[in-house]
């Protein structure tokens, strides 16, 4: 029986993520055709339930959700002061209305599409809650290293940055360990839980970390402006200084042939200088691309109780 | 349940499907799309014995699943698999192969695939078995053999390299 | 009244249980003893194989009144008492508006009258709770106030505090204090650890606790005040309650929950609203410290922290829901169920900690069930079970992890002067 929803990863089994990342195979196979379309889920609602603004993951379930023909709403949700005091029961008499077979949430607290998942009969698909997982992006992510690496198994990813908060550094950890990879954190002490995984090296040193955990790829993270309003780390020149890839980092990056990875939007002269995005092993936008087909995948393969 | 095609019925079946492509193609390319599951198996061997003809043979296959209308009548979405349709479409009389023909809603959905790669001038069936009860429009113009069959029964195809031997069962309901 | 309770034993705070009958005549006890004899005209209650001990007291609990009725009122917070075995309680004081005057606590009172049982308040150290001016602390004596605390939030002014023990102690008042940094803290809604990690939200570190803790305990010696530490959530500042008391002579003492005992943060798991609660459930390893804690005498009381919220705010999301867990209804059952009927304490130790500590903390005199006493006192059935339905629970909310739970043990009789409060 298929999962109704795609809530994190947790979850998943490793079978699961090896059929998932299958499937988003001859989803990619689709976008050299003419038509790019399938009829697949045709009649099918989807609701895009986004709370918090996101316009990249957004288009991306956009396109995907209309390549398998379905019919896709965006539902416009007011500023987030509203969400703040909305509870999920209220969230899901105005979602019962609309009569979604799925619907795509991302929401500022964790937990919440989980909670909306369990009181209604579409499939629930987590675009990203909080700081607890964002499935979807670690989806596309392992496709993408996938490709580069078809046998993942005792891969090193090193992923850099605000692990503290990020969705993204849980969800693509756990894919990827599920998938046999190496995982390795790296980045300010106050942005690097002590806490997270008994299981994943931490590191606080950039050269101490590529030179003994010796990474095939380095995931960047995003920063946050608001991190500095708390703050966690003195400036962003400082970061980059000490986390960022800069030209002098990524000419050594280059020398190893290692990958760099990032999940969008960029802060150009933080987490990475400009030169990356020429390096011919910069993985961002073929991460982009992914991101379409890992989604068809998910949601071809959920099974909502709608009918 | 009764053998209804043993492993040298389906040796015919093939070679007759042969003999009627090679016949009505002439000199010109055959162009065969195989249709997953088993539709790739028949449209494999097909192409074997043309090309023991000296016909100049294409090959390619068709997963369908994104196109099937029975989606809300299954436990799990069927397991995808890559199209590999190698060369343009477009202008080719194209002849779909699939290993049996029912009620033809499979055809129905290979066409819809296959216009969903480009604008072929013709499209052509060809089955390795008719078992009849058809539900719509739909005729193959190459048969392999035909098969007396109940709306009910269930038949059974084997082929070698897809389930490990060459035989048509029938079981009667 | 005339009743002879055959067949019981007798739990005190000092041995095991002893076999032996109790005739309560006129809200006394009149006798008790091995095999007495049957009393003429005594209503005889068979209570063979249960156990007969003196009614709990909860030192902390939230009535939410005024001010938070559609939570739970006075009269429903006493009842639920009652249920769960017990015969007296101390509100705490953020209601709102906060019981932080003599009006205020006059107003408090004269609604716990209406109460089959005592329902004693504390009172507020600041204005309000706000932490800016110091309350009415003589009007509120004078109204019948013992115990001062902001509980809720620390006070977040050492010096004010400072002042207030220095100034508070010559009324004879003992201060209370919820110890919690706040900037430490948070967001406050669940321990930093693993669990908050894995569930994307900021967690509350020990450390919270531990620092705010450490500063009130240092006034306490320094002031000679007397100060009791609620809701001790971690091994350390267990330990250093113990120190201060132990080492240094400070008029300290220290209280444990009983979901502080059973629960961590793991029990959380996918975002469960009944397990949120301020201080936040930590660790099995501080669940194992805690529990030895209150074996060897590190803790002076058991109180509930009873915090009832109705079921449309804890149905909020995780973050968004209110802290706390409602604990009456459901404490003396919970803590035999896991505890005495599991062999990791005995009867002695709840009579203690639960009954006789609490009384004297509050300078009331210890119930007993001995002879001549005024009858406070409740029957236990070990061999019963309790089922935790809405129904069930008299409290308003029934916001507890044991709800529709079924547990071992049953409080069968509820008495306390010459009347009894329940029988089932």
């Not at chain 1, 390795?184 to 994943?200: C, H, M, Q």
């Not at chain 2, 040796?11 to 492509?21: I, M, P």
Request: charged content about 25%; aromatic content about 6%; hydrophobic content about 40%.
């Amino acid at each position: 029986m298929a999962r109704k929803d795609f809530l994190d990863i947790v979850s998943l089994d490793r079978e699961e993520i090896i059929q998932l990342l299958d499937q988003a195979e001859p989803f990619k196979d689709l976008f050299t055709r003419s038509v790019k379309k399938v009829p697949a889920l045709k009649g099918k609602a989807v609701l895009m339930l986004f709370y918090e603004p996101s316009t990249r993951t957004l288009s991306s379930f956009e396109v995907a959700a209309k390549r398998l023909s379905a019919d896709v709403t965006t539902f416009d949700v007011p500023s987030s002061s509203v969400t703040k005091g909305e509870s999920v029961r209220d969230t899901i008499d105005t979602l019962q209305a609309m009569r979604a077979d799925y619907i795509v949430v991302r929401h500022g607290l964790s937990g919440q599409p989980a909670a909306i998942a369990r009181q209604t009969g579409a499939s629930v698909i987590n675009a990203g809650d909080g700081a607890h997982a964002h499935p979807t992006q670690a989806l596309l992510d392992a496709f993408t290293l996938r490709e580069k690496f078809p046998e993942m198994e005792g891969k090193r990813v090193l992923i850099t940055g605000d692990i503290l908060h990020s969705r993204v550094a849980r969800s693509t950890s756990t894919i990827l360990r599920k998938l046999g990879v190496k995982v390795a954190f790296l980045g300010p002490g106050s942005l690097v839980p002590k806490t997270a995984s008994p299981d994943i090296p931490r590191f606080t040193n950039y050269d101490q970390a590529i030179s003994e955990f010796g990474p095939d790829a380095v995931y960047l993270l995003r920063i946050q402006k608001e991190r500095m309003a708390a703050p966690f780390f003195p400036s962003d020149r400082e970061y980059h200084n000490l986390y960022g890839i800069t030209d002098e980092r990524l000419r050594q990056l280059a020398g190893e042939g290692t990958y760099i990875m990032h999940p969008g939007p960029i802060n150009r002269g933080v987490e990475l200088c400009d030169a990356v995005l020429d390096y011919d092993r910069c993985l961002i936008s073929q991460q982009v691309e992914n991101g379409i087909a890992a989604r068809m995948s998910v949601l071809y393969g959920l099974k909502p109780q709608t009918s | 349940m009764s053998i209804a095609l043993d492993q040298s019925a389906i040796s015919t079946a093939l070679s007759r499907l042969a003999d009627q492509l090679f016949l009505d193609a002439g000199t010109d390319t055959i162009d065969l799309v195989g249709i997953r599951r088993r539709g790739d198996e028949v449209s494999e061997r097909v192409a074997a014995l043309l090309k023991e003809k000296g016909a100049n043979v294409r090959l390619g296959v068709l997963d369908i699943s994104l196109y099937r209308d029975d989606f809300e009548h299954l436990h799990e979405n069927p397991l995808l698999q890559s199209s590999e349709i190698d060369f343009s479409i477009d202008g080719s009389r194209v002849i779909l192969v699939d290993d049996v023909i029912f009620t033809g809603r499979t055809i129905r959905a290979a066409l819809d695939a296959i216009f969903d790669y480009g604008r072929p001038a013709a499209v052509e069936l060809a089955v390795l078995i008719d078992r009849g009860h058809r539900e719509l429009p739909i005729e193959p113009r190459y048969v392999g053999a035909t098969l007396e069959t109940d709306r009910l029964d269930h038949v059974r195809v084997g082929l070698m390299k897809t389930d490990g031997e060459d035989v048509v069962e029938l079981t009667q309901k | 009244m005339n009743l002879f309770l055959k067949g019981g034993e007798v739990a005190s705070e000092n041995t095991a249980p002893v076999r032996a009958d109790v005739w309560i005549e006129n809200g006394r006890i009149k006798a008790v003893g091995a095999d007495l004899a049957e009393p003429e005209g005594a209503r005889v209650v068979d209570v063979s194989g249960k156990i007969v001990m003196p009614g709990m007291f909860d030192a902390h609990v939230h009535f939410r009144e005024p001010g938070g009725e559609q939570k739970e009122t006075i009269l429903d917070g006493s009842e639920a008492a009652i249920n769960g075995g017990i015969t007296g309680v101390v509100m705490m004081p953020n209601t709102s508006p906060s019981i932080d005057s003599a009006t205020v606590v006059k107003r408090v009172l004269d609604a716990a009258k209406e109460c089959r049982i005592p329902v004693l308040t504390s009172g507020c150290i600041t204005v309000g709770r706000e932490g800016h001016e110091m309350a009415g602390i003589d009007g509120m004596k004078k109204a019948g106030v013992l115990m001062l605390t902001d509980d809720g939030d620390a006070v977040p002014d050492a010096a004010l505090l400072k002042r207030a023990m220095e100034y508070g102690s010559e009324f004879g008042m003992f201060f209370a204090s919820h110890c919690e940094e706040p900037q430490l803290a948070g967001p406050r809604a669940l321990n930093e650890g693993a669990v908050s990690y894995r569930l994307g939200i900021e967690g509350t570190p020990a450390l919270a606790e531990e620092v705010s803790m450490s500063r009130d305990l240092a006034l306490a010696h320094a002031t000679g005040a007397t100060l009791h530490i609620q809701h001790v959530s971690t091994a350390i500042g267990m330990e250093q309650i113990k120190w201060w008391r132990d080492e240094r002579g400070a008029k300290v003492s220290g209280e444990v929950s009983p979901h502080h005992l059973m629960f961590t943060d793991e029990d959380i798991g996918d975002y469960d609203t009944h397990y949120k609660m301020n201080p936040p459930l930590r660790t099995a390893e501080d669940n194992i410290a805690l529990l030895e804690g209150l074996k060897n005498g590190a803790f002076r009381i058991i109180a509930t922290d009873h915090a009832p919220h109705t079921e449309f705010e804890k149905s909020r999301a995780f973050e968004d829901a209110p802290n706390g867990i409602s604990g009456l209804d459901t404490a003396l059952v919970s803590l035999f169920d896991r505890f005495i009927d599991k062999g990791e304490f005995g009867w002695d130790l709840i009579v203690k900690r639960y009954s006789a500590e609490p009384r004297r903390m509050m300078e009331l005199e210890a119930a007993e069930v001995a002879e001549g006493k005024s009858v406070d006192l409740i029957v236990f059935d070990p061999n019963g079970e309790t089922t935790f339905t809405k129904e069930f629970m008299k409290s308003k909310s029934s916001n507890t992890p044991f709800l529709n739970k079924t547990l071992k043990g049953s409080v069968d009789m509820v008495m306390l002067r010459d009347e009894v409060l329940l029988e089932r």
